[in-house]
């Protein structure tokens, strides 16, 4: 059982450049989410899938597409990197509703590393 | 939307000494947790607690929903309680949308 993968783990860009973050789930969960993390600054959501084929913004979705394609994926993709993005990424995922609390937890990917000069 | 706030924003103990880390949400919530995040980034879950009180270990939890706020505590603290700890909630709302606090830093000395 991997839970949450998330590929690239780090990645230089030049600023123009594109990429996609990959994120895959293997616990059949209905809600995935896409974190930036820089520091001093909490974890703040850029964009996030109540369910296949639903996304919606989140807090700071400026230069950032997704996409969820089917329940297991939800790829972020940025399609001309700027400096202000090099972060750290996280994906996460939720199995929704008022289940009992493992169907309730926050799974998070590992990270992925993105520097962008 | 919904506003996290946690405090202190940092911590510095001595080892064996409790702590308690605070959450104040703005609006009832369906889903409150804690994280923890170690000095490598990882995220592990600690608690998900929207109401009432938990405890694991060292680690205990209470949620006073109708009065929108968290508390952490950490008692006996050891140098491998240090990193980040965060909290994060889904609003009642209806909304899918996860937030999450800007985190408290815990520093444990030997």
């Known amino acids: 059982n991997a839970g949450v993968t998330q590929t690239p783990k780090f990645q230089v860009l030049k600023t123009g450049q594109s990429m996609t973050l990959q994120c895959a789930q293997d616990m059949n969960h209905n809600s995935m989410y896409w974190y930036r993390q820089d520091p001093g600054m909490g974890l703040r959501l850029i964009y996030y899938?109540?369910?296949?084929?639903?996304?919606d913004k989140g807090e700071v979705p400026n230069g950032y597409n997704v996409s969820r394609l089917n329940k297991r994926e939800f790829s972020l993709r940025l399609e001309s990197a700027a400096p202000s993005q090099t972060s750290v990424y996280f994906c996460?995922?939720?199995?929704?509703?008022?289940?009992?609390?493992?169907?309730?937890?926050?799974?998070f990917g590992e990270g992925s590393w993105l520097t962008v000069v | 939307g919904i506003q996290v706030e946690q405090s202190p924003p940092d911590l510095i103990l001595q080892e064996g000494a409790n702590s308690t880390l605070r959450c104040n949400f703005s609006?009832?919530?369906?889903?409150l947790q804690w994280f923890h995040q170690n000095p490598w980034g990882q995220l592990i879950n600690l608690f998900y607690?929207?109401?009432g009180t938990k405890q694991n270990g060292r680690l205990s939890a209470t949620t006073v929903a109708t009065e929108r706020y968290s508390l952490l505590y950490i008692s006996s603290s050891q140098t491998t309680d240090s990193g980040v700890y965060f909290c994060a909630v889904v609003s009642q709302g209806g909304s899918e949308k996860l937030v999450f606090g800007k985190g408290t830093k815990l520093t444990v000395n030997p």
């Open positions: 609006d009832s919530v369906n889903n």
């Open positions: 899938s109540a369910s296949e084929g639903t996304t």
């Open positions: 607690i929207p109401s």
């Open positions: 996460a995922c939720r199995l929704q509703g008022r289940g009992g609390r493992s169907g309730n937890t926050i799974y």
